[in-house]
């Protein structure tokens, strides 16, 4: 087999859980081949370069072998490469995200009377 199409390949290569996942994630804009839009039935050999975001993280592999069919997650491991630029991207991006996140700690108690008005102050712009 030298091609297979994207959607299956994706599939095949567990990066969406359904066939319908990734055909949807295709039509969307969210995987590019060799640096362009596809549509689902675009077929993927050896050597070609997806770009495929997920979330938050975008991933981008280089596809070292094609497989129409489902395997265990070491199987799909190997029918790609990631970038080491994609691998450094996707970890600082992920970084970022957890010091945006590590001052956020919900009180868990509703605000009192208090809070409200000083709450309101600050969206007026001041007291009155």
Request: glycine content about 8%; hydrophobic content about 35%.
């Amino acid at each position: 087999m030298d091609a297979v199409r994207i959607d299956q390949w994706l599939w095949a290569a567990r990066f969406f859980r359904t066939r319908s996942q990734a055909k949807t994630a295709v039509d969307g804009g969210h995987v590019r081949l060799n640096g362009a839009r596809t549509k689902p039935a675009k077929d993927v050999k050896q050597g070609d370069t997806l770009t495929i975001r997920r979330g938050f993280a975008e991933y981008t592999v280089e596809v070292t072998g094609v497989c129409e069919r489902r395997g265990n997650a070491q199987a799909a491991a190997l029918l790609y490469d990631e970038t080491a630029a994609s691998e450094q991207r996707r970890e600082t991006e992920a970084a970022r995200r957890k010091l945006e996140r590590a001052g956020l700690a919900a009180s868990g108690a509703r605000p009192t009377k208090r809070d409200r008005r000083q709450l309101a102050d600050l969206k007026s712009g001041g007291p009155d």
